[in-house]
C-alpha cells in the first residue's frame, strides 16, 4: 500500500532548503487525469516568510483569525508578529513543528473536528488552495461560516479565471514514490460566489496579486425558519 499522503507532505516540508550536493528530484503532483505539476515553487513559499502578497492578503483580516490547513505557519507567524490573535490548524505533526519553530501558535486537528471558540473567530483563511480541502468546497465553506462570528469574514485563495469548479483526486510523487489518492477540489475565482452562496457567505472583493486570486467573504444571517 502506498504511503499516506500526510507523509509524504511532512517529508516535502522537510526537505526544502536543506539538500547538500547534486539537486535533489523535484516533489509533484498528479490528478486523476495524469496531469503533473511540480511543487518546487509552492514548497520554497510554504516553508518560507510572508511575502508582499501574503501581507496583503493578512491586511484584510478583522479579529482574530483561524488559519485552517496552515501548513509551517508562515501566515499565522506573520499575524503574531503584528500583535494579532491568531491560531493555526493542521493534521500534520511535521509542519506543526516548523510552524511553532516560526513563532506561530498551532494546534493539530481537522477543521471539520470541535474547534475553540467556534463561532467567535473574526475570520478563518483557506490561504494556498486550502479550498480544495475534502473535495466538497460547499462543505467546507459551510464549516468555515460557523467557525466565525455573525459579520465575520472568510478570507479564500482561489485559482484562475476560468478554472470554475472540479473534484478530483491527487497524490503525490517523487522519485518514482507515489503516495495514497487523496480528494481535492480546484475552485477558481469565477466559481467562488456560487459556492459561497449555497454556504450562506456573500462574496464582498475578489482581487489579483502577484499572479495569485483571492476572495473575500462575509457570513450572511441565518435564514429564518
Do not use: K
Not at 547538500?20 to 511540480?38: K, L, Q
Not at 480546484?186 to 475578489?206: F, N, P, W
Request: hydrophobic share 40%.
Amino acid at each position: 500500500m502506498p504511503p499516506a499522503a500526510t507523509d509524504f507532505y511532512a517529508a516535502a516540508l522537510q526537505s526544502t532548503g536543506t539538500s547538500r550536493g547534486p539537486a535533489p528530484e523535484p516533489w509533484s503532483v498528479r490528478d486523476a487525469d495524469g496531469r503533473t505539476f511540480s511543487l518546487a515553487g509552492a514548497l520554497d513559499r510554504w516553508t518560507g516568510d510572508a511575502d508582499a502578497v501574503d501581507r496583503n492578503f493578512l491586511a484584510r483580516a478583522r479579529g482574530t483569525v483561524l488559519d485552517v490547513g496552515c501548513g509551517p505557519g508562515r501566515l499565522a507567524a506573520e499575524l503574531a508578529r503584528r500583535g494579532v490573535h491568531a491560531l493555526g490548524l493542521d493534521i500534520s505533526p511535521t509542519a506543526l513543528r516548523l510552524a511553532r519553530r516560526s513563532g506561530a501558535t498551532v494546534i493539530r486537528r481537522s477543521v471539520f473536528e470541535p474547534v475553540v471558540a467556534e463561532g467567535l473567530w473574526g475570520t478563518t483563511l483557506l490561504a494556498d488552495g486550502n479550498i480544495g480541502i475534502g473535495g466538497d468546497p460547499t462543505a467546507l465553506l459551510r464549516r468555515c461560516r460557523a467557525l466565525v462570528t455573525p459579520g465575520g469574514l472568510v478570507l479564500v485563495e482561489t485559482e484562475r479565471p476560468g478554472v470554475g469548479q472540479r473534484t478530483t483526486r491527487l497524490r503525490l510523487e517523487r522519485a518514482g514514490e507515489v503516495s495514497s489518492w487523496f480528494d481535492w477540489a480546484h475552485v477558481g475565482c469565477d466559481a467562488i460566489e456560487e459556492l459561497a452562496a449555497a454556504a450562506g457567505l456573500r462574496l464582498t472583493e475578489s482581487w489579483a496579486d502577484g499572479g495569485r486570486w483571492f476572495a473575500a467573504l462575509r457570513r450572511t444571517p441565518a435564514p429564518v425558519g
